[in-house]
């Protein structure tokens, strides 16, 4: 069910392969837990254009959807996990941040739910 949307300036991917970063952030996720293997989906989008604050320089911000019912705790867990491991992996990149959002239950449905 989570889903990981990593948004990276395209320098990110020459530093470190596409699915090297996908990967780190997939085993940061399962390691918390909250999860399991085959939930977890990951996809990456590398910009060539950007401004970031006036700058060109490189970032990363993963934005998380994840089922409702975890608590504070258990996100807080979550981000401060996926942005460690994507600091130890890449130090070099100046920005690295993520935000998690709900998905509501009640208004959640896909083909398997038919």
Do not use: W
Not at 43 to 68: A, C, K, Q, T
Request: aromatic letters at 10%; glycine letters at 2%; charged letters at 25%.
């Amino acid at each position: 069910m989570p889903h990981f949307i990593i948004d990276c300036s395209e320098n990110v991917i020459r530093m470190r392969s596409a699915d090297e970063i996908m990967q780190e952030v997939f085993d940061a996720a399962l390691s918390t837990d909250l999860f399991i293997a085959s939930e977890i989906k990951i996809r990456i989008n590398p910009f060539s254009y950007y401004n970031n604050g006036n700058s060109l320089d490189d970032f990363i911000h993963v934005f998380s959807y994840i089922m409702e019912g975890r608590n504070t705790d258990q996100k807080s867990k979550l981000s401060k996990a996926i942005v460690t491991k994507l600091n130890e992996i890449l130090p070099e990149v100046p920005v690295i941040s993520i935000n998690i959002k709900d998905f509501e239950k009640a208004n959640y449905f896909n083909k398997t739910m038919i």
